[in-house]
């Protein structure tokens, strides 16, 4: 049986000048779909061959007898010849042996793909690629390999960006898929113009990210028990058309790097120790623990966890009213942070009597 290929295991053999006979590219992410055809007609086809050896075919319109005859054919250029079936689920076939028979000994000067986001794996057509194709993983990534594919995308062009920058912008647009992540970073690329760290204002202009610089501002009143000046900032914001959601999203994330930065620093790790293990800098410990103030480790878990119960009310319609119901958790988190407050300064007086 072929090997099945992470995506970038695919690019990596293409490097390499290792191109397989036939694939199959399976998994919801559309993204890896196009970008893995257009990287075989790079490998695969001369530049000047691609209009004579190059077929582009979607599987519900043609039979693979068709198919199987285009990839029986030699190419006219120098390279090879690449066949293309996009909605490869719904290729007509009265039967699969002539499928069976060209997998068992492919044409050597062709590469055959078949390409499908929802392939039906009860199919014949599906188990005989599977057991026999080199198999392409595209399905979506997870959080934290779609952070370090933001990452990879700015730094390769020269942006920096923090770990929350990052992870702002994965909860934001969860669920988009890769191509609308690009389509955002290059939007968001050109805005910045000349390479330089990304700020957080910067994420102001992609769609469906909270206004992160005003979310973080938020979230620090709310940590430092500053409830009047929390509560001015969500009516605002809200007032500007922001989704509750998203602006739970962003106080969540807050206060879980806000506890990540205050585990790390409890700790007094060696700044590439806590950058390790906790994923946040010496800089940015330090930036939070300016922000927070004397906000405990057990203050911000209970903001942590207001958050995540806030979530699941508005996400089950337990909230009817969800500006109301952030209002209520900014009073909540404010509450828990003005008895931080006030046991750091009572301590000394305490200490003392």
Known sequence: MPPSLSFVQ???N??????????????EEIYFHETGIRALEDAAVPGE????DRESLRGDECSLAAILDLAATYPMGGGRRLIVVRRAGGVRADT???LKTYLVAPNPKSCLVFSDTEFDRRRSVYRLLVE????V???????????????????GRGFGIGADLVSAIVEGLAGAGLGRLETEIEKLMCSIGTPRPVEPADLALLADVPRVEDTFRLAAHAARGETGDALLVVRALLRSGEDP?????GLSWYFRNALRAKAADSRRLPPREATQIYGIDRGRIERFGREIGPARVEDLRDALRLCLKMDRELKGGGARDPANALERLVHQVGRRARGAVTR???GPAGAGR
């Open 132 to 135: 026999h194709a080199t198999r």
């Open 49 to 52: 061959a691609l209009s004579i």
């Open 14 to 27: 293409l490097k390499r000048g290792v191109i397989a006979a036939v694939y199959l590219f399976e998994g």
């Open 245 to 249: 959601l998203k602006l739970l999203g």
């Open 10 to 12: 695919f690019r990596e």
């Open 96 to 98: 699969v042996e002539p």
């Open 344 to 346: 750091a300064a009572s």
């Open 137 to 155: 993983d595209c399905r979506p990534l997870d959080e934290t390999r779609t952070a370090a594919w933001i990452r990879e995308r700015l730094r």
